[in-house]
């Protein structure tokens, strides 16, 4: 059900969109408690993901993962520092993250949901 969050923040970011000009968007987070609602939507995948998994998994199958987890940050992190000190990715990035950003939550709670195994997802049938 923690899917639901991103999906809202998603929703209530596009909608906010509609019939503004670029000049008159306010950020999203423009709060500690803004910052902190977008910290927590954004760690839900985490949470419905990780719980699980770390939980099946033995001690030792548990330190390779969170090492593995660990390095794949430090390459996204060097991937979006190369992404932000290129003029023309940061630039292009720029003009579309205002519907990019809220369109990527909605996609993350949706997986979330639908992997979840909440019961609102369309069962296969068997």
Do not use: Y
């Not at 939550?105 to 909440?118: A, E, K, P, R, S």
Request: glycine share 14%; proline share 3%; with cysteine.
């Amino acid at each position: 059900m923690l899917g639901f969050v991103p999906i809202g923040f998603g929703v209530w970011s596009l909608w906010r969109l509609r019939g503004t000009e670029e000049t008159d968007r306010k950020p999203l987070a423009g709060s500690v408690s803004g910052i902190a609602a977008l910290a927590f939507a954004n760690g839900a995948d985490n949470i419905s993901v990780f719980t699980p998994l770390f939980r099946s998994l033995h001690i030792s199958g548990s330190a390779v993962t969170a090492a593995l987890f660990l390095a794949l940050i430090g390459l996204w992190c060097g991937i979006g520092a190369a992404l932000g000190a290129n003029r023309a990715a940061a630039a292009a990035t720029g003009r579309i993250a205002h519907w990019l950003v809220p369109v990527v939550f909605i996609g993350v709670g949706l997986l979330i949901v639908i992997d979840g195994g909440t019961g609102l997802a369309v069962r296969h049938a068997r």
